[in-house]
Nanobody, 132 residues
Framework: QAQLVESGGGLVQVGASLRLSCAVSGSTISNWRVGWFHQAPGKTREFVDR?????????????DYANSVRGRFAIARDNADDTVHLQMDSLKPEDAGIYYCAALNPRYSGYLTRQPGLYTYWGHGTQVTVSS
């Protein structure tokens, strides 16, 4: 059974850093792309209100970032312990919300890897609060 569990969220000040982790389990998704999505406060529609943040292939040969986080966030995958990390630096108030990690079948590529509706397995999310 595939499972993803996020951790690392919390309350930080503007300009601070956080490192989110996504523990991935289940042999069926070991070679799947893993992505991070952001759901802003007040946005409650599943998938529709989840914005793409970053994703990485199973062998880390390709990483993709939303323009809003490029240069501030970094995604990395550690297959030794089946974890995908999202290092978030220079946090802004608009970065606040719930962050979800999800797994995408490797048959998808290109712009499709940014579509939350195509991701099959999801974690329950971790809350990030940025105070000014």
């Amino acid at each position: 059974q595939a499972q993803l569990v996020e951790s690392g969220g919390g309350l930080v000040q503007v300009g601070a850093s956080l490192r989110l982790s996504c523990a991935v389990s289940g042999s069926t998704i070991s070679n799947w792309r893993v992505g991070w999505f952001h759901q802003a406060p007040g946005k409650t529609r599943e998938f529709v209100d989840r914005e793409f943040v970053a994703s990485i292939t199973w062998n880390s040969d390709a990483a993709d970032y939303a323009n809003s986080v490029r240069g501030r966030f970094a995604i990395a995958r550690d297959n030794a312990d089946d974890t995908v990390h999202l290092q978030m630096d220079s946090l802004k108030p608009e970065d606040a919300g719930i962050y979800y990690c999800a797994a995408l079948n490797p048959r998808y590529s290109g712009y499709l890897t940014r579509q939350p509706g195509l991701y099959t397995y999801w974690g329950h999310g971790t809350q990030v609060t940025v105070s000014s």
